[in-house]
């Protein structure tokens, strides 16, 4: 009769119209059970978020098995609690869309100790989430510019994505001045001058500029390796190597599902293992289907009804 698994991660209505709220004088599970066998639904409510008359706050979740009538209203066959009141937390976030599970998922983290979490959201909605359990991507960049160009996207994205399961963002965000260190360089070069390197005491000139003068250093990666070859004809005296790869691989905090972008990547998304590379100018598209594919499809991560 009921063919969701209660313990399955993230269990998420995929329309808030599946669920309805209901006050009801009491939340003991079996007074829920029966209050809701048998009584009529409209044909759309899957799930009844009840809450306690004189003290709204307190909430349970509980699931409507349907006879599979086309009945505009028809009574529930069976009902079953979900989610205890014990197990559940009722928030109010205006800016919460309930249709973006990672939205969800950011407030389910304000409550770790509760199963369940429901949100009254933009345009008043309710819905919930149900065993939160985000897939944790760690972001990985270098700065400047600042702000982080690809965390921003990522945030942009997730602020939007209604067909990613819930993500939970970790930023590890690199600035690539931090990098010069002992022997302070004479001269230094960056890529461009738009990136905005500084660095008080240093001469700092820019290869997008292709200065006659090329410095002693190239604060870069190897692309900025190989215009340097084609402008000047030689390998720069030294090299400090900022290419997220690098920081990646010698980082050991870094863990997990791993994004991040490069500049050897013209487009599209490059996968090795649990890391995908985006292009150092990646549009948002790619970022979407970089998490995407982080994510995974059909893998237990997301159970939407």
């Known amino acids: 009769m009921f063919d969701l698994d209660p313990a399955s991660p993230n269990i998420m209505p995929s329309r808030y119209h599946q669920v309805s709220v209901a006050a009801v004088p009491s939340l003991a599970p079996d007074d829920l059970v029966a209050r809701f066998t048998g009584r009529e639904a409209y044909f759309r409510t899957r799930f ?137 360089p004479e001269g230094l070069i960056v890529p461009c001058r738009g990136g905005g390197v500084d660095i008080e005491g240093v001469t700092v000139s820019h290869l997008d500029e292709r200065p006659s003068f090329a410095g002693s250093t190239l604060l870069g990666c190897e692309r900025s390796q190989q215009i340097h070859r084609w402008f000047y004809g030689t390998e720069p005296a030294r090299t400090i190597d900022w290419c997220p790869r690098r920081l990646i691989g010698a980082d050991e905090s870094v863990d997990g599902l791993v994004l991040s972008r490069c500049c050897m990547l013209d487009e599209g998304l490059e996968q090795e293992a649990r890391t995908v590379m985006v292009p150092w100018g990646a549009t948002l598209i790619e970022v979407h289907e970089g998490l995407r594919t982080l994510a995974g499809s059909g893998d237990g991560t997301w159970t939407r009804t």
């Open 48 to 184: 009844v978020v009840a809450r306690l008359d004189g003290d709204p706050g307190r909430c349970a979740l509980v699931e409507l098995a349907r006879d599979g009538s086309d009945e505009l209203f028809s009574p529930a066959a069976a009902a079953r609690v979900l989610a205890s009141a014990e197990d559940c937390a009722y928030m109010k976030d205006d800016d919460a869309d309930l249709g973006i599970a990672s939205h969800l998922a950011r407030l389910a983290r304000r409550c770790p100790d509760r199963r369940c979490v429901v949100v009254e959201g933009r345009y008043r909605h309710v819905s919930f989430l149900l065993n939160a359990a985000p897939v944790q991507i760690t972001v990985v960049d270098v700065v400047p510019p600042e702000p982080s160009k690809l965390a921003d996207q990522v945030a942009r994205v997730l602020d939007f994505a209604e067909n990613l399961p819930p993500i939970a963002v970790q930023e590890r965000i690199v600035d690539s001045r931090a990098l010069v260190t002992e022997p302070v």
